[in-house]
């Protein structure tokens, strides 16, 4: 379906343009969020925020513009997302950060250079070592705070953010070593 009629009818609060814009996005939606969410999410999570997603599209219709759809998905996809997992982690649910691999969870892209690009990170992320990887993750990943992440790795705030700073500068050395400039 063309997509400029597509956001035109929802813009006109068409029901049956929100169900054409769930079949065409749910699959690539659920996958954002999957991708995104790990193996911190369960399916039903994924379902539930699949759903929040094309409900808040639904209600924010006047910020939709033509060619920009599919992104505009999934960015309230992935923000959805990353308040769930900023959720969980208050209501002190455990990550498991040996969660994170290279096939499921880095690689957000069908591109192939930034494939490449986020393989050179992932290797470079697990070369620095723990409790590094672990400080790098949980603040550039999951988006916890250094508060939240002194509290679950029994350090002190002001301590994560040295040693990610310190982290930091280790892996924009491995990165640049393999020709990956950030």
Known sequence: MDEGILIQRLKQQDSDALDDAIRQYARLVSAVISNLGGNSLTAEDVEELTEDTFIAMWYNTDKLEAGKLKAYICQIAKNKTKNRLRDSVKH?????IDDVSAESDFLLTNDIEEKQASMILYD?????????????????YYYQNSK????IMSMNAQTVRTRLSRAKDK??????????VL
Do not use: C, F, S, T
């Open 124 to 140: 470079a992320i697990n070369e620095i070592g723990e409790p590094d990887r672990e400080l790098i993750l949980r603040r550039y």
């Open 148 to 151: 939240q992440i002194g509290e």
């Open 171 to 180: 892996l924009k050395k491995l990165l640049a070593e393999r020709g990956l």
């Open 92 to 96: 002190n649910k455990v990550i498991n």
